[in-house]
């Protein structure tokens, strides 16, 4: 059985982590929920050696020139710069992955159609040296965002 790489990993780690700590804490802000949360990002951190954020705040190295919606951010994550990040975003807008294909689409990306899933809520868009993948529902976004072989 062929072993995921390092990256993929790293962010199936992160997904469960911030899955996990959504279910253990509900959606109320309290001092129970903050401190599952800064366990599960320490670690996360420990564990990837990158930087997990439920919090709401992007990576501090996430790329400038991958546009995001505005909205509030329940999970990050990056991988040290080089692997990649991960961002959960929920906006107020009824078709927030619309919203992200626009601005990635205004910010000069393109879509990759031979590896978009419409019908599954997912898209995969290029440019500004990096591969992005959409996936959304409502008003919530995933990014998963990959620097491009230069």
Do not use: H
């Not at 790489?5 to 959504?22: C, E, Q």
Request: aromatic residues 4%; contains cysteine; negative net charge.
């Amino acid at each position: 059985m062929p072993t995921l790489p390092a990256t993929t990993r790293a962010v199936i780690a992160v997904a469960i982590a911030g899955v996990t700590a959504s279910l253990l804490t509900g959606c109320f802000a309290n001092p129970v929920e903050e401190l599952v949360n800064r366990s599960v990002e320490e670690a996360v951190e420990g564990a990837t050696g990158g930087d997990v954020s439920l919090t709401g705040e992007l990576p501090a190295d996430f790329p400038t020139e991958v546009p995001v919606i505005e909205g509030k951010i329940g999970l990050s994550a990056g991988a040290g710069g080089t692997e990649g990040w991960i961002v959960a975003i929920t906006s107020s807008s009824n078709d927030a992955m619309a919203e992200a294909a626009a601005a990635l689409e205004a910010a000069g990306y393109t879509e990759d159609t031979s590896v978009s899933g419409g019908e599954l809520g997912a898209k995969v868009y290029t440019g500004s040296g990096y591969l992005v993948l959409l996936a959304g529902e409502g008003g919530t976004v995933s990014y998963t965002v990959t620097p491009t072989a230069q």
